[in-house]
């Protein structure tokens, strides 16, 4: 600790990486305010930043491994607990194979340098296929174009929106995430000062805050998104503003050889879809052409419906043909200090698939919608491997994932399920063993994942807040103490290689990748160039300047060219074509939402963030509301989809669309068989109780947890 007992850090809770000003008085952190020194975000925080302090104080997080004896919860000592794990672990693949071993990897990994860093060498200990993460429910989308486009799934473009005129958001509310696939700490800003110079335009099925800030808001039917965009691309061709500009000389496809796809899509035709005034579209696409800088961006809502990868290729291709893709002020490659995408898998697709559905793999990891049928489908023949264990690592699928009740009776029917993690949550209370590592302050921080997208190049690096209690354990050496045991290094090489790794600890692997990265020994503002020592002495982080262009370096293939490959994407049209020849007949869409002070399943044990008013409430429109016959606030539905129902309290309101019905995610804390106490009490239902495990972007294998058909009764 520094003698003034001021501690500098950045937040790791979301994406945006705010740089945090701690406060510490004995041993206990006293108050967390943002740090206007940070040159990223300048003073911001969002009330979630509280929660780290919540989170090292919770009398509700493990410190201890746990084992479970007789449906009773045991602590044990790491050494017996990592023996133990391995040991279940190993006994399951001995007996049904390798491919019986399943692992979940939720998102809080993206948010740890340590798990980032070992979590790979154990999965491949493992030597499952069976490998799942959050990326199926969220951004597979996004690696996947990247991968066919750019050649790297991790090669994703994001808006620099500091430099742009025009901002044109689908689904996406990032005054509520703090932004997403864009790094972007206040944002409200940062889009006030887009508005200024131009336009924010927001589409989205509810008048969310952040298209409360915008200059303007259509609504669009949940789903539809994909017709908009190629009414859009239809324009575009039909009115002659096809302009890709320099990117000509990189695309593989002649842009005008496209225009035939489009054609059938009439701004009217998309109207009818999606409830936006066709001379709206045609507005729309002649103001972005007409900025000095545009930027088209879409997020959540509609990467994670069943339209996704069609959605982001679409959008991906209507920056690139209104020449938007790597200049100033559009969508623009990043130039992280920590680069790691010669050590990531560039993608792959097909290699093998699911068990049960075929559904073919992405980069290693297959969908995660698929988990629970391939642990209860009975085994069909000899070569046929049901999942009979799991590994949960920093992750809760029950409450995350599509149809989290048949995931919960999956979980309840395995062998062995082994969990790292600090809650007993809605998933891991399957466990037989649970390693608790950390909490966030106790170890060291440098954010490999989101500065690769973030709208600025910085960096930032933060030492541990607190010296860890002596018996506890960091992520990454739980996970390589789990590889060892599974697979011990037999050749020299391995051990040494083992025995580097646990040496330099995660700081001393960020410090090689600094010293060989884009700003390391030849960057000359720096004199020897970045590393750990030089950003030690930069606690409030060091700014590396605004996003520069970087075609062709960005590029991947070995033509060096950007691959439209149409053959795969727009094989999807006529998935549209099907969906859109008739009205919908579904009364109500289901739709998810994010809360400024909530964070997916979690930090709902932080008294702090859930106090006040239940935020797990339905919005439902006045219109909706009158036909169900719902009065009042008080007013409670029932919501029935294919595979599941719920009973949740309703709010009327007209900030959804008619016919739309928003519930948040990430609650459900109905079990009490969890640890988190304070966020029993304010349980609220689980959203994928009534996510539809069957529903998927049929391209990605992506999820489809948007826009989801649903049947809503009043209750007495
Ligand atoms: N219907 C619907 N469902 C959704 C979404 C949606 O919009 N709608 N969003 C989806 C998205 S985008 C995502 S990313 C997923 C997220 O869903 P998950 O992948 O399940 O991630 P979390 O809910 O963040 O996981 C929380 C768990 O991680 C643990 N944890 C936190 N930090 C650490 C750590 O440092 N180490 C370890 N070992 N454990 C830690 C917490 O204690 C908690 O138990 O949810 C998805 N689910
Ligand atoms: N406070 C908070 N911050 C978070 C998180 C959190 O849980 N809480 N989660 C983090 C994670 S893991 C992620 S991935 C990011 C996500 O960050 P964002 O993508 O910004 O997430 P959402 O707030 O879910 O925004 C999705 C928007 O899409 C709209 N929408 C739903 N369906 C459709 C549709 O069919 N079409 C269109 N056009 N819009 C639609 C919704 O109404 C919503 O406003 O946020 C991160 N930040
Ligand atoms: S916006 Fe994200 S990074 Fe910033 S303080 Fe809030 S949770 Fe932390
Ligand atoms: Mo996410």
Same mark, same amino acid.
């Given at each position: ?192 000062? @887009? ?50 500009? @320099? ?109 049960? /559905? ?50 919960? /009776? ?206 797990? @409430? ?18 409670? @539905? ?79």
């Amino acid at each position: 600790m520094s003698a003034a007992n001021t501690h500098h850090r950045s937040c790791n809770l979301c994406e945006a990486m705010c740089g945090i000003t701690i406060s510490v008085e004995d041993q206990k952190i006293t108050s967390i305010k943002g740090d206007p020194d940070d040159p990223f975000s300048r003073g911001h925080i969002c009330p979630k930043a509280v929660a780290l302090k919540d989170l090292y104080d919770d009398p509700d997080r493990l410190r201890t491994p746990l084992e479970k004896r007789d449906g009773e919860w045991h602590p044990i000592s790491w050494d017996e607990a990592l023996d133990k794990a391995a040991a279940g672990i190993k006994r399951v693949q001995s007996e049904y194979g390798h491919n019986s071993v399943g692992a979940y990897l939720g998102n809080p990994n993206a948010h740890n340098l340590g798990s980032l860093l070992m979590g790979p060498p154990l999965l491949r200990a493992l030597k499952t296929r069976n490998r799942f993460s959050a990326t199926s429910v969220d951004q597979l989308p996004h690696h996947l174009v990247s991968w066919k486009l750019f050649g790297h799934q991790l090669r994703i473009p994001v808006p620099d929106i500091d430099r742009c005129d025009h901002f044109v958001m689908l689904g996406a509310n990032p005054l509520a995430s703090n932004g997403s696939i864009m790094s972007v700490p206040d944002v409200k800003k940062r889009l006030r000062a @887009v508005s200024e110079r131009g336009r924010v335009t927001v589409i989205d099925p509810r008048r969310s805050e952040t298209a409360n800030i915008a200059d303007v808001h259509h609504f669009i039917r949940p789903g539809s998104d994909a017709t908009l965009l190629l009414a859009m691309l239809n324009h575009l061709f039909e009115s002659g503003q096809v302009r890709p500009g @320099v990117l000509s000389a990189y695309l593989d496809t002649d842009p005008q050889s496209l225009q035939a796809y489009f054609a059938p899509w009439s701004a009217e035709r998309a109207e009818a879809a999606t409830g936006i005034a066709a001379a709206s579209i045609r507005q729309l696409v002649d103001d972005f052409c007409a900025a000095d800088a545009a930027v088209l961006y879409g997020r959540m809502g509609v990467s994670v419906q069943t339209f996704g990868t069609l959605c982001q290729y679409l959008i991906m291709l209507f920056n690139i043909l209104t020449g938007r893709l790597d200049a100033p002020g559009g969508l623009m490659f990043t130039t992280p200090a920590a680069n790691i995408l010669a050590q990531t898998n560039p993608g792959s697709m097909g290699r093998f698939h699911s068990r049960v /559905r075929k559904l073919p793999e992405f980069g290693g990891e297959l969908p995660v919608s698929t988990l629970a049928e391939d642990i209860l489908t009975p085994r069909q023949n000899q070569d046929d491997t049901p999942i009979r264990a799991m590994f949960l690592i920093a992750g809760n699928p029950v409450v995350s994932t599509p149809n989290g009740d048949q995931l919960d /009776r999956a979980l309840a029917s395995l062998d062995f399920v082994v969990s790292i993690d600090f809650y007993i949550n809605e998933s891991n209370r399957h466990a037989d063993i649970i390693l608790p590592p950390v909490s966030p302050v106790e170890r060291a921080h440098y954010d490999l994942i989101f500065h690769l997208l973030a709208v600025r190049n910085t960096a930032r690096y933060c030492p541990p807040l607190f010296d860890k209690p002596a018996e506890a354990r960091y992520d990454w050496e739980i996970l390589l103490a789990l590889q060892e045991r599974l697979a011990p290094a037999k050749t020299l090489k391995d051990k040494l290689g083992r025995r580097a790794m646990s040496l330099l600890g995660p700081t001393g692997m960020v410090d090689l990748l600094l010293r060989n990265g884009s700003y390391g020994a030849g960057f000359k503002p720096f004199g020897q160039g970045l590393s750990i020592s030089r950003l030690k002495r930069h606690p409030h982080g060091v700014d590396l300047g605004p996003l520069k262009p970087m075609l062709p370096d960005a590029l991947h293939h070995k033509d060096g060219k950007i691959h439209l490959d149409t053959a795969f994407f727009l094989a999807d049209l006529q998935r549209v074509e099907e969906t859109f020849a008739q009205p919908s007949a579904h009364k109500m869409v289901l739709i998810g939402r994010r809360h400024v002070r909530s964070n997916n399943s979690w930090l709902h044990n932080s008294h702090r963030l859930v106090k006040g008013k239940p935020r797990c @409430v339905a919005l439902i429109h006045p219109n909706d509301a009158e036909r169900l016959g719902l009065a009042g606030d008080s007013a409670r @539905v029932k919501v029935r989809s294919r595979v599941g129902e719920l009973e949740v309290s309703a709010s009327i309101s007209d900030e959804v669309m008619p016919g739309v019905i928003s519930i948040p995610h990430g609650w459900g804390h109905d079990k009490d068989d969890t640890s988190w106490k304070t966020a029993q009490a304010h349980a609220g239902v689980n959203l994928n109780t009534l996510t539809d495990d069957q529903a998927l972007d049929r391209l990605s294998g992506n999820a489809a947890l948007n826009g989801i058909a649903v049947d809503v009764q009043a209750l007495a």
